[in-house]
Protein backbone atom coordinates (compact mmCIF):
# COMPACT_ATOMS: atom_id res chain seq x y z
CA UNK A 1 0.00 0.00 0.00
CA UNK A 2 1.60 3.14 -1.04
CA UNK A 3 2.16 5.98 1.54
CA UNK A 4 -0.40 8.43 -0.29
CA UNK A 5 -3.23 5.71 0.10
CA UNK A 6 -2.27 5.05 4.36
CA UNK A 7 -2.42 9.02 4.68
CA UNK A 8 -6.12 9.38 3.39
CA UNK A 9 -7.16 6.10 5.15
CA UNK A 10 -6.05 7.80 8.33
CA UNK A 11 -6.92 10.93 7.82
CA UNK A 12 -10.74 9.24 7.04
CA UNK A 13 -10.39 7.53 10.80
CA UNK A 14 -9.27 10.41 12.16
CA UNK A 15 -11.81 11.66 15.01
CA UNK A 16 -12.30 14.90 13.14
CA UNK A 17 -12.95 12.93 10.26
CA UNK A 18 -15.61 11.03 12.39
CA UNK A 19 -16.89 14.01 14.06
CA UNK A 20 -17.48 15.76 10.71
CA UNK A 21 -19.44 12.47 9.12
CA UNK A 22 -21.87 12.43 12.63
CA UNK A 23 -22.39 16.07 11.98
CA UNK A 24 -23.61 15.38 8.19
CA UNK A 25 -25.65 12.80 9.38
CA UNK A 26 -27.50 14.44 12.03
CA UNK A 27 -28.28 17.28 9.71
CA UNK A 28 -29.47 15.13 7.48
CA UNK A 29 -32.15 13.64 10.04
CA UNK A 30 -32.78 16.94 10.90
CA UNK A 31 -34.09 18.13 7.48
CA UNK A 32 -36.08 14.78 7.19
CA UNK A 33 -37.38 14.98 10.35
CA UNK A 34 -41.17 16.57 10.45
CA UNK A 35 -41.60 19.51 13.87
CA UNK A 36 -45.40 18.26 15.26
CA UNK A 37 -47.12 21.75 15.96
CA UNK A 38 -49.52 21.99 19.34
CA UNK A 39 -53.06 21.71 19.35
CA UNK A 40 -52.50 24.59 21.94
CA UNK A 41 -49.77 26.99 22.99
CA UNK A 42 -47.24 25.75 25.11
CA UNK A 43 -46.23 28.41 27.44
CA UNK A 44 -42.63 27.21 29.06
CA UNK A 45 -40.26 29.40 32.04
CA UNK A 46 -37.01 28.98 31.12
CA UNK A 47 -35.21 28.85 34.93
CA UNK A 48 -32.16 28.01 37.02
CA UNK A 49 -31.63 30.20 40.48
CA UNK A 50 -27.86 29.56 39.58
CA UNK A 51 -26.20 32.17 36.77
CA UNK A 52 -24.30 31.15 33.89
CA UNK A 53 -25.74 27.77 32.86
CA UNK A 54 -26.60 28.83 29.61
CA UNK A 55 -30.62 29.56 30.66
CA UNK A 56 -31.01 32.53 28.08
CA UNK A 57 -28.68 30.85 25.57
CA UNK A 58 -31.45 28.57 25.34
CA UNK A 59 -34.22 30.18 25.58
CA UNK A 60 -33.49 32.12 22.49
CA UNK A 61 -31.61 29.12 20.26
CA UNK A 62 -34.45 26.47 21.17
CA UNK A 63 -37.14 29.20 19.92
CA UNK A 64 -35.04 30.04 16.74
CA UNK A 65 -35.01 26.67 16.11
CA UNK A 66 -38.30 25.84 16.59
CA UNK A 67 -39.19 28.89 14.16
CA UNK A 68 -36.85 27.90 11.42
CA UNK A 69 -39.04 24.23 11.54
CA UNK A 70 -42.15 26.07 11.18
CA UNK A 71 -43.42 27.15 14.56
CA UNK A 72 -44.72 30.08 15.24
CA UNK A 73 -42.50 31.41 18.73
CA UNK A 74 -42.83 34.36 21.11
CA UNK A 75 -39.99 35.32 23.32
CA UNK A 76 -40.82 37.50 26.54
CA UNK A 77 -37.93 38.69 28.00
CA UNK A 78 -38.39 39.17 31.64
CA UNK A 79 -34.36 39.54 32.52
CA UNK A 80 -33.82 43.35 33.19
CA UNK A 81 -30.26 42.36 31.63
CA UNK A 82 -32.43 42.33 28.32
CA UNK A 83 -29.75 39.52 27.14
CA UNK A 84 -32.59 37.90 25.48
CA UNK A 85 -33.64 40.97 23.53
CA UNK A 86 -30.16 41.38 22.12
CA UNK A 87 -29.88 37.94 20.92
CA UNK A 88 -33.09 38.18 19.16
CA UNK A 89 -31.79 41.60 17.53
CA UNK A 90 -34.80 43.36 19.21
CA UNK A 91 -34.40 46.68 19.79
CA UNK A 92 -34.54 47.47 23.99
CA UNK A 93 -32.51 50.98 24.51
CA UNK A 94 -34.12 54.20 24.84
CA UNK A 95 -38.26 54.50 24.96
CA UNK A 96 -38.31 51.34 23.72
CA UNK A 97 -41.81 49.89 25.01
CA UNK A 98 -41.57 46.65 26.62
CA UNK A 99 -42.84 43.93 28.93
CA UNK A 100 -43.05 46.17 31.81
CA UNK A 101 -45.88 47.84 30.07
CA UNK A 102 -47.78 44.90 30.09
CA UNK A 103 -46.84 43.70 33.11
CA UNK A 104 -47.06 47.16 35.23
CA UNK A 105 -49.39 49.19 32.71
CA UNK A 106 -51.33 47.13 31.31
CA UNK A 107 -50.77 47.68 27.84
CA UNK A 108 -51.11 45.02 25.43
CA UNK A 109 -48.46 42.45 24.30
CA UNK A 110 -49.59 42.45 20.74
CA UNK A 111 -48.86 46.37 21.31
CA UNK A 112 -45.14 45.46 22.26
CA UNK A 113 -44.06 42.60 20.18
CA UNK A 114 -41.45 42.71 17.26
CA UNK A 115 -40.56 40.01 14.73
CA UNK A 116 -36.57 38.73 14.88
CA UNK A 117 -34.79 40.12 11.73
CA UNK A 118 -33.25 37.05 11.24
CA UNK A 119 -35.63 34.47 11.78
CA UNK A 120 -39.06 34.39 10.43
CA UNK A 121 -41.70 33.18 12.75
CA UNK A 122 -39.62 34.41 15.81
CA UNK A 123 -40.99 37.09 17.71
CA UNK A 124 -39.93 39.02 21.22
CA UNK A 125 -41.32 41.37 23.69
CA UNK A 126 -38.19 43.16 25.03
CA UNK A 127 -36.62 44.05 28.32
CA UNK A 128 -36.26 47.82 28.89
CA UNK A 129 -34.23 49.48 31.88
CA UNK A 130 -37.57 50.05 33.43
CA UNK A 131 -37.78 46.28 34.49
CA UNK A 132 -35.01 46.95 36.72
CA UNK A 133 -37.37 48.69 38.78
CA UNK A 134 -40.40 46.74 38.39
CA UNK A 135 -39.89 44.33 41.42
CA UNK A 136 -40.38 47.25 43.84
CA UNK A 137 -43.33 48.64 42.39
CA UNK A 138 -45.08 45.28 41.98
CA UNK A 139 -45.06 44.97 45.90
CA UNK A 140 -47.62 47.34 46.68
CA UNK A 141 -49.89 46.29 42.74
CA UNK A 142 -52.96 43.87 43.91
CA UNK A 143 -52.61 40.55 41.78
CA UNK A 144 -48.58 40.81 41.60
CA UNK A 145 -48.17 37.30 40.94
CA UNK A 146 -50.36 37.41 38.21
CA UNK A 147 -49.62 40.24 36.26
CA UNK A 148 -47.64 38.54 33.76
CA UNK A 149 -50.66 35.65 33.63
CA UNK A 150 -53.42 37.93 32.63
CA UNK A 151 -51.36 39.86 30.12
CA UNK A 152 -50.55 35.91 28.09
CA UNK A 153 -54.19 35.61 28.40
CA UNK A 154 -55.24 38.69 26.80
CA UNK A 155 -52.65 38.20 23.94
CA UNK A 156 -53.95 34.53 23.67
CA UNK A 157 -57.54 35.45 23.07
CA UNK A 158 -56.87 38.80 20.52
CA UNK A 159 -57.78 38.24 17.37
CA UNK A 160 -56.11 40.71 15.79
CA UNK A 161 -52.44 38.57 16.44
CA UNK A 162 -52.37 35.20 15.07
CA UNK A 163 -51.58 32.29 17.60
CA UNK A 164 -48.42 31.24 18.33
CA UNK A 165 -47.36 27.83 19.05
CA UNK A 166 -44.62 28.42 21.86
CA UNK A 167 -44.08 31.13 24.63
CA UNK A 168 -41.00 31.42 25.99
CA UNK A 169 -40.19 33.45 29.18
CA UNK A 170 -36.74 34.28 30.02
CA UNK A 171 -36.21 35.05 33.97
CA UNK A 172 -33.94 36.59 36.33
CA UNK A 173 -31.55 34.01 37.99
CA UNK A 174 -33.79 35.01 41.34
CA UNK A 175 -36.57 33.88 42.72
CA UNK A 176 -38.24 37.78 43.01
CA UNK A 177 -41.78 38.70 42.16
CA UNK A 178 -40.53 38.76 38.34
CA UNK A 179 -39.35 35.10 38.83
CA UNK A 180 -43.00 34.54 40.26
CA UNK A 181 -44.55 35.90 37.64
CA UNK A 182 -43.17 34.12 35.15
CA UNK A 183 -43.76 30.39 36.94
CA UNK A 184 -47.47 31.72 37.50
CA UNK A 185 -47.67 32.44 33.94
CA UNK A 186 -46.36 28.88 32.43
CA UNK A 187 -47.72 25.78 32.40
CA UNK A 188 -44.10 24.04 31.61
CA UNK A 189 -40.74 24.66 33.42
CA UNK A 190 -37.57 23.71 31.32
CA UNK A 191 -34.20 23.68 33.68
CA UNK A 192 -30.75 23.99 31.77
CA UNK A 193 -28.30 22.47 33.69
CA UNK A 194 -24.75 22.77 32.91
CA UNK A 195 -21.92 19.63 32.96
CA UNK A 196 -19.92 21.18 35.53
CA UNK A 197 -18.85 20.71 38.98
CA UNK A 198 -21.81 22.10 41.15
CA UNK A 199 -24.19 21.54 38.47
CA UNK A 200 -27.00 20.08 40.71
CA UNK A 201 -26.45 22.88 43.43
CA UNK A 202 -30.03 24.42 44.28
CA UNK A 203 -31.63 22.13 41.77
CA UNK A 204 -33.49 20.40 44.68
CA UNK A 205 -34.78 24.16 45.76
CA UNK A 206 -35.62 25.23 42.44
CA UNK A 207 -37.58 22.10 42.20
CA UNK A 208 -39.30 22.73 45.18
CA UNK A 209 -39.92 25.79 44.41
CA UNK A 210 -41.90 24.89 41.76
CA UNK A 211 -43.75 22.33 43.82
CA UNK A 212 -44.95 24.93 46.22
CA UNK A 213 -45.97 27.47 43.21
CA UNK A 214 -48.03 24.77 41.67
CA UNK A 215 -49.78 23.53 45.03
CA UNK A 216 -50.46 27.48 45.84
CA UNK A 217 -50.22 29.70 43.03
CA UNK A 218 -50.49 27.73 39.25
CA UNK A 219 -51.82 24.55 39.49
CA UNK A 220 -50.94 23.69 35.69
CA UNK A 221 -47.05 23.91 36.26
CA UNK A 222 -45.11 20.86 35.86
CA UNK A 223 -41.41 20.73 35.10
CA UNK A 224 -41.28 18.77 32.19
CA UNK A 225 -37.92 19.53 30.78
CA UNK A 226 -34.24 19.41 31.57
CA UNK A 227 -31.92 19.94 28.85
CA UNK A 228 -27.65 19.47 29.54
CA UNK A 229 -25.74 22.62 28.17
CA UNK A 230 -22.03 22.85 28.14
CA UNK A 231 -21.34 19.46 27.58
CA UNK A 232 -17.93 18.08 26.91
CA UNK A 233 -17.42 14.51 26.18
CA UNK A 234 -13.90 14.65 26.27
CA UNK A 235 -14.47 14.78 30.07
CA UNK A 236 -15.20 12.70 32.67
CA UNK A 237 -16.71 15.29 34.54
CA UNK A 238 -19.21 16.10 32.14
CA UNK A 239 -19.77 12.32 31.41
CA UNK A 240 -20.57 11.74 34.84
CA UNK A 241 -22.51 14.91 35.66
CA UNK A 242 -25.03 13.66 32.66
CA UNK A 243 -25.40 10.53 34.05
CA UNK A 244 -26.25 11.72 37.26
CA UNK A 245 -29.06 14.07 35.95
CA UNK A 246 -30.69 11.22 33.59
CA UNK A 247 -30.71 8.70 37.11
CA UNK A 248 -32.88 11.14 39.08
CA UNK A 249 -34.81 12.72 36.30
CA UNK A 250 -34.74 9.99 33.43
CA UNK A 251 -38.16 11.17 31.97
CA UNK A 252 -37.15 14.84 32.26
CA UNK A 253 -34.05 14.89 30.36
CA UNK A 254 -33.94 15.40 26.82
CA UNK A 255 -31.50 13.21 24.56
CA UNK A 256 -30.42 16.03 22.91
CA UNK A 257 -27.36 18.05 24.98
CA UNK A 258 -25.95 21.37 24.06
CA UNK A 259 -22.09 20.80 23.54
CA UNK A 260 -19.20 23.67 24.80
CA UNK A 261 -19.20 26.03 21.45
CA UNK A 262 -17.07 29.10 20.18
CA UNK A 263 -19.95 29.59 18.17
CA UNK A 264 -23.01 29.27 20.67
CA UNK A 265 -20.71 31.91 22.50
CA UNK A 266 -20.21 34.19 20.07
CA UNK A 267 -23.43 34.76 18.73
CA UNK A 268 -25.04 37.45 20.73
CA UNK A 269 -22.55 39.79 19.99
CA UNK A 270 -23.36 39.89 16.87
CA UNK A 271 -27.40 40.22 17.73
CA UNK A 272 -28.26 36.97 16.77
CA UNK A 273 -28.71 33.27 17.66
CA UNK A 274 -26.48 30.48 17.13
CA UNK A 275 -29.48 29.36 14.60
CA UNK A 276 -28.61 32.20 12.34
CA UNK A 277 -25.44 32.73 13.04
CA UNK A 278 -24.05 29.65 12.12
CA UNK A 279 -26.61 26.98 11.13
CA UNK A 280 -24.36 24.12 10.57
CA UNK A 281 -22.64 24.45 13.64
CA UNK A 282 -22.32 21.71 16.00
CA UNK A 283 -24.19 23.63 18.75
CA UNK A 284 -26.50 24.60 16.01
CA UNK A 285 -27.66 21.47 14.99
CA UNK A 286 -28.10 20.39 19.46
CA UNK A 287 -30.39 23.45 19.65
CA UNK A 288 -32.17 22.25 16.71
CA UNK A 289 -32.56 18.78 17.94
CA UNK A 290 -33.35 19.54 21.41
CA UNK A 291 -36.28 21.38 19.96
CA UNK A 292 -37.39 18.65 17.56
CA UNK A 293 -37.34 16.46 20.87
CA UNK A 294 -39.13 18.99 22.84
CA UNK A 295 -42.21 19.50 20.32
CA UNK A 296 -42.34 15.50 19.46
CA UNK A 297 -42.58 14.82 23.48
CA UNK A 298 -45.12 17.75 23.41
CA UNK A 299 -47.27 15.85 20.71
CA UNK A 300 -47.54 12.64 22.51
Known amino acids: MSSDSTRTDSIEDSPIARELSQLTDRKKRLVNAEFPLPAETRIFTISNQKGGVGKTTTTVNVAAAMATMGARVLVIDLDPQGNASTALGIDHRGDVAGIYEAILDDQPISELISESPDVPGLWGVPATLDLAGAEVELVNVDHREYRLRRAIAALLVDESVDRFDYIFIDCPPSLGLLTVNAFVAAREVLIPIQCEYYALEGLSQLISNVNRLSEHLN ?28 KHFSAETLGAVIPRSIRVSEAPSYGQTVISYDPNSSGAISYREAALEIGTRGAR
Open 219 to 246: PDLRLTTILLTMYDGRTNLSQQVAAEVR
